[in-house]
């Protein structure tokens, strides 16, 4: 039992599953029992979001294989996305 738990443990996919994890609880902990400013707050949430969406892509999606074409423009495609929501809602808000 404790080798089968010793494997999974070292796997790279359950590593990220356990970060994707905590992550989600950071956010949820942020989002709702912060005491911070609340464009501060949301900013912070957002972040998170697109690391969480980045790691998907590479490990669930197995884009940190794919040709390096495919994989700028999926981590292009998450800086430019991440970017212009987090402008907006500083601008806008």
């Keep these: 039992m404790a080798a089968q738990l010793?494997?999974?443990?070292?796997?790279?996919?359950?590593?990220v599953w356990l970060g994707l994890v905590v992550a989600t609880m950071a956010s949820w902990t942020i989002g709702t029992e912060h005491g911070l400013h609340a464009h501060l707050a949301t900013t912070i949430v957002l972040l998170v979001a697109f690391i969480k969406v980045r790691f998907i892509g590479?490990?669930?999606?197995?884009?940190?294989?794919?040709?390096?074409?495919?994989?700028?423009?999926?981590?292009?495609?998450?800086l430019v996305v991440?970017?212009?929501?987090?402008?907006?809602?500083?601008?806008a808000g």
Aim: charged letters at 15%; glycine letters at 4%.
């Design 82 to 91: 991440a970017t212009v929501l987090i402008v907006m809602y500083l601008v």
């Design 58 to 78: 590479m490990y669930f999606m197995e884009l940190r294989d794919a040709p390096t074409p495919l994989r700028a423009l999926f981590e292009g495609y998450c």
């Design 6 to 15: 010793g494997s999974i443990l070292r796997n790279r996919v359950t590593l």
